[in-house]
């Protein structure tokens, strides 16, 4: 076997259908364009959204507000989520490799710590954000506070 006996699988490629040869083609004339209008002339293009002169959705549906587009969203975790993970894995460092595997986020979020809840236990927190009340709970018990 060599390059030259390849052949595609059957019924997986299609001849295109030629048009604008003719009469005897059965697709001469018009060619499959019809009779008058735009289409049926050379050089038709359709607009992005046209509907054959209806209203176009996008002008027919209400716009309201303002999405901005530089926005930074963050995964919310609280302070008692930390420890509840302390408690049940035994760690003293939190980040975000550690949350991933919990199931809290996933890799591509960023984090933001907010402080929610009661922490006991001294941990070392690695994460994008932190709300005041969450690094002061967790400096309150010694931990320590990294920014990412």
């Known amino acids: 076997m060599d390059l030259s006996n390849l052949k595609p699988a059957v019924g997986s490629v299609k001849t295109t259908k030629r048009i604008g040869r003719g009469q005897g083609s059965g697709r001469g004339g018009t060619s499959t364009r019809g009779h008058k209008g735009a289409k049926s002339r050379s050089g038709y293009s359709k607009k992005v959204g046209f509907e054959g002169g209806q209203m176009p959705l996008q002008r027919r549906v209400p716009k309201f507000g303002f999405k901005n587009i530089n926005r930074v969203e963050y995964k919310a975790i609280n302070v ?3 420890q509840g993970l302390a408690e049940k894995l035994n760690i003293t460092s939190i980040d975000a490799e550690v949350l991933v595997n919990a ?3 996933s890799k591509n979020d960023r984090i933001k ?4 809840g009661i922490l006991s236990a001294k941990l070392e927190v690695k994460a994008h954000a932190f709300s005041k009340s969450a ?3 967790i400096e309150a018990v010694e931990g320590t506070v990294v920014k990412l």
């Open 103 to 105: 199931g809290m986020c």
């Open 80 to 82: 008692e989520v930390l």
């Open 113 to 116: 710590v907010l402080g929610n």
């Open 135 to 137: 690094q002061s709970a």
